[in-house]
């Protein structure tokens, strides 16, 4: 651990000094355009399955309309809402029906033989939910990087401090550990200071969220795999309304479908850097320096797709244990809790790797004296 934290830190150090003596302006000349193709192959290596090329035909307003509220309703804090009344489109069904999940020992039950054209119906479904809650998230609620923007929208629940206490240690120890070869090396305080605040009240948001949607599905009856569903839905909202405030921090354009496509990456990150992450972030490089053209609709579209699809089936695994293991009463939430706030948190943190600037040659705010931010939390 010792060692691992050293190594950690000589990087740190390292990438300051690159940093401060402008050695990445020699980097940054030499990078070359960046190449999008490459990108879509690698997420189809990740997420492998068969896309038809046309989308599948249907109504899907409904569905669209039902995943905006339910993601204005879990951004404001008010996930208990989402339950008064539940109609569920019938799409959200059959994506619902079809999610598999584990039994607690690794296996999985009920697994679900597709036929081709159900499978592309689930995708196209996914992708309407994914886009239904990139466009709603920050309508109604701004981004939370002051306690002040948050504490009107967070999620009301009982046993608040006590998960409070143990969430805010544990989360900074164990995931920073985790992370720190991740870490952003900027000298932009702006940018940590607000990245950090966004970063440590969506994971609140997303761990109480899914304590009071269990409490509500269970005290209005819901199907377990609808609420299962909602579950995903809910932690993605929060981590979309996260990460957009984290790119626009680094002045990234979210209505820019490119920008879109970068910030559903990191949420398919599952908060682990890997390959995929390494080429996000040179996405996210080349879209800040405007090194990039020729990107096809198409090309994003596919990308899209995929982590839509992953998104709902990725999370499904997560939340089959975690429903299990609410069927012990306090210890089931704290995990909840515990889990969906760290994994928000770990895909913020990979986030805020992904849109770190990088500093101007005029700037003149750089200070030698100050090391880089050792990435604590202060409220
Ligand atoms: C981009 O990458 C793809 C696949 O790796 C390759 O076939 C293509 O030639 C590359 N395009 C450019 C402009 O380098
Ligand atoms: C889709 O269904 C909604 C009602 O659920 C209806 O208002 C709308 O007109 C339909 N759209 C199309 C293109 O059929
Ligand atoms: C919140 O949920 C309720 C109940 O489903 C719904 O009537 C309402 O429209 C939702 N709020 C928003 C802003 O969509
Ligand atoms: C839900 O339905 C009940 C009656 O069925 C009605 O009284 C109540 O106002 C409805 N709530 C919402 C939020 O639409
Ligand atoms: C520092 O970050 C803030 C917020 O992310 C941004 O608005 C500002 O332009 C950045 N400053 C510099 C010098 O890059």
Redesign the pocket.
Known sequence: MATYYSIALYLQVLSFLIMTFGIIKVSTELHKEFNITQLLEIVQAEFDFTIANEGVKG????LHDWSSSIAINCTKGEAFRVYENLTTPDNAMKLASHIEIPDGQGDVSGQYIYTASEKQMDIQSANIILDAIYESVDKEVPYFRTEEEFSPNAPRYAPLQIILDSLAIRSTQVVDTYLSSSACTTNNETFHKFADRSIFYNSLSAGLSSTVLNHASKSFGVDMKINVLINIMSAIAIQIHMVKSIASLANLDTNDDAVRALIYLCIASDGVKNSMTETTKEFAKALMQNLISNIHDSTLAAINKRVAMKLFTRVAENKGIINLASAIPFVGELVTLISDSLTTYSIGKIAKYVFCPFEDDNQDTIKLSSPPYPGNIEL
């Open positions: 109504n899907f307003s409904e």
